[in-house]
């Protein structure tokens, strides 16, 4: 992965040339929007001379973040370049102080910063005519300071003019090189020691480097601050053999981060992942990384990095709205890395890398997406034109939610969706359980379980059509027969006929009579319920208390425990419910108790079904029971 960063930054500055590294260590002045004006100390350069020429002011440019060339030093000494932020305190004050005592430590540490000859005589003369004209920038800064408005700040900055043309400190190779060399001691310098290996090889380009450093942490999740983290001797000095970095590939991995950051970063389900991409070849990166860049540019006011979860509803299927789908479009010559992470005071903590995902695995998720959109059952009902269902990931957060800070099942979730993108075998009883736990928690409060149901069902099936559903070590064989399809609205078929059709269609899932007798009890159970639902509702006001909020509480829910339906349950209900039916005069399902009757036989003694997979497809029946029994051949007022 850091090496898949590290090319993605190599890239980056190839293409914008020496800035591309300088951006790294260029920090905004202006990040909180405060600092909106510029005042520049204005020398006038001539064949390498400089002369004073006034005072400026100017508005803050986000475009000229590179030029101003800001980097933060320490608050009590001075920043590493000479551009600062005023302070409260006069802005002569900031001049002496932060301006001409960084100048002196560059003039000072010239060597080390590797300057050459002429940049140190280019750097002496710079201070030689600041020092020559110190009273007339005082009183110029004095006058400039005026026109900033009380509660506004600015920064002061050093430009050059030659020719008619201003250039500022970032336009100038001798204060770049500063800024960059300065910045290095982050990666060797910290915790009061050094670390540098000299000659040694890096863990990164895998090159023999002059000097490879140890305290260069890119998403800081590798940290010596503790002599105890460091391996071999816990010498903090020796960090560098732990994770020996060079510069350049330091640099690299830092424009990577950033890049990834502001285009490849997404939010999942209150989690957020990096999606990065690794290539087998510099000609497929610049081929992909171009065409992504295109993308970017193309759709930049569309909010194209919104949630992974709103487009993986909708935008999935199409091409031109997804970067998914762009990416799922290219060769496997390239595959993608899904860093599931979370950052928590400075430290980066890794919750999930999904590695080695190729396009073509991302277009199989994509094409069994749109396959199982299709699934006439998950098509209705619509609301106001809008599909109630289709499949994403909310379907999978639903079975393993957060519910608070001391109940979540995050590592259950994480650990599903890692799966499923590396293709992996899921459990059908365990998914299963907890696709029923929640069910039977929503309808303890009386809260409506239908796309509950639906969206476990349409989850199953996702998984079956990837093929890595699996059921006692053995891969559930689970397809779609589109002939079958939307036989709710076919008037020709019998009552048993439409149920072998359905059968049919979901053969993956109804393998068994035990599955098809049960499904088709809570098809019945549910025309029960209808039945009392009705009969309450034509009651006097004596009910009307519950009738209102909680909804109508039919007498007969209190036999179902709660959804938890075991074999012994299952063959008593079919009695319950019929004898209740007999009793209101209502029994207009005798074909269908026949056939479950049918089925019950068929399937004898010990289901070798779980109470959870009795529960769950007695519950499916409930709210699938207009496919079997439409309306228009049923008699209860559904």
């Not at 989690?271 to 970017?296: A, G, R």
């Not at 009902?381 to 909310?394: A, C, H, I, S, V």
């Not at 699938?624 to 209860?636: A, G, T, V």
């Amino acid at each position: 992965m850091i090496n898949a960063v590290m090319k993605i930054g190599e890239w980056v500055c190839k293409r914008e040339g020496s800035l591309g590294a300088l951006k790294n260590f260029v920090k905004n002045p202006n990040s909180k929007g405060r600092y909106r004006k510029v005042i520049v100390i204005l020398l006038e350069e001539n064949r390498g001379e400089y002369q004073f020429k006034e005072v400026d002011i100017e508005e803050f440019r986000e475009d000229h973040i590179l030029k101003y060339l800001y980097g933060r030093g320490s608050p009590r000494g001075t920043d590493i370049t000479p551009t600062s932020k005023l302070s409260s305190k006069p802005i002569s004050y900031t001049f002496e102080n932060r301006i001409l005592k960084c100048l002196a430590g560059i003039k000072s540490n010239a060597a080390t910063l590797g300057l050459t000859k002429q940049e140190q005589n280019e750097l002496n003369e710079i201070i030689n005519q600041l020092d020559i004209s110190k009273k007339l920038v005082t009183e110029g800064l004095n006058e400039r300071a005026k026109e900033v408005a009380k509660g506004e700040g600015a920064i002061l900055t050093i430009c050059f003019e030659s020719d008619g043309e201003r250039k500022y400190l970032g336009d100038t190779e001798v204060f770049r090189k500063v800024l960059i060399q300065n910045s290095k001691t982050n990666y060797h310098s910290k915790y009061k020691t050094q670390s540098i290996g000299t000659d040694k090889v890096c863990s990164v380009c895998q090159k023999t480097r002059a000097e490879v450093y140890g305290f260069v942490n890119t998403y800081n999740f590798y940290t010596v601050d503790k002599p105890g983290f460091v391996t071999g001797g816990f010498r903090q000095e020796d960090a560098w053999k732990n994770f020996p970095v060079c510069f350049d590939c330091a640099a690299m991995l830092e424009e990577g981060k950033k890049y990834i950051n502001d285009n490849l970063s997404f939010k999942f389900y209150r989690f957020n992942y990096l999606l990065i991409p690794k290539f087998f070849s510099d000609t497929v990166m610049n081929d992909v990384m171009t065409i992504m860049e295109d993308y970017f540019e193309k759709e930049e006011d569309k909010a194209i990095r919104a949630s992974f979860e709103q487009k993986f509803a909708a935008r999935l299927t199409d091409a031109e709205d997804e970067i998914f789908q762009l990416l799922s479009e290219q060769e496997d010559n390239l595959n993608l890395n899904l860093m599931f992470y979370k950052e928590k005071q400075g430290a980066f903590n890794i919750l999930l890398n999904i590695e080695d995902v190729l396009p073509s695995r991302m277009k199989k998720l994509l094409d069994v997406k749109k396959e199982v959109d299709e699934i006439d059952i998950f098509q209705k009902p619509e609301k106001d034109g809008q599909r109630l269902l289709l499949f994403n990931f909310k379907l999978l957060r639903n079975v393993f939610p957060y519910v608070s800070k001391t109940l979540s099942y995050d590592k259950q979730f994480l650990e599903m969706v890692n799966k499923i993108f590396s293709l992996r075998s899921i459990d059908y009883d365990l998914l299963l359980k907890f696709i029923i736990t929640g069910i039977r928690a929503k309808y303890a409060d009386g809260k409506s379980i239908y796309l509950d149901v639906l969206g476990g069902f349409m989850l199953l099936y996702f998984i079956g059509r990837l093929g890595i559903l699996k059921k006692g070590g053995k891969s559930m064989e689970i397809e779609v027969i589109r002939e079958f399809e939307n036989i709710a609205e076919d008037d020709t078929k019998t009552l048993l006929g439409r149920a072998e059709l359905f059968f049919k269609q979901h053969e993956g899932f109804f393998d068994s009579a035990a599955k098809k007798a049960v499904f088709l009890e809570g098809v019945l159970v549910q025309k029960l319920i209808n039945i009392q639902k009705r009969r309450i509702n034509e009651k006097s006001t004596r009910v009307e208390d519950e009738l209102q909020g909680k909804g109508i509480k039919a007498p007969f829910m209190s036999k179902l425990k709660g959804l938890i339906i075991d074999e012994r349950l299952a063959k008593r209900l079919i009695a319950d419910i019929q004898n209740k039916l007999e009793e209101y005069g209502e029994n207009y399902y005798c074909p269908l108790e026949a056939i479950i009757s049918q089925y019950m036989i068929t399937a004898g003694t010990n289901w070798n079904m779980k109470n959870d997979a009795i529960s769950y497809y007695f519950v499916l029946g409930m709210n699938l029971h207009k496919i079997i029994l439409p309306k228009k051949e049923d008699k209860d007022d559904d």
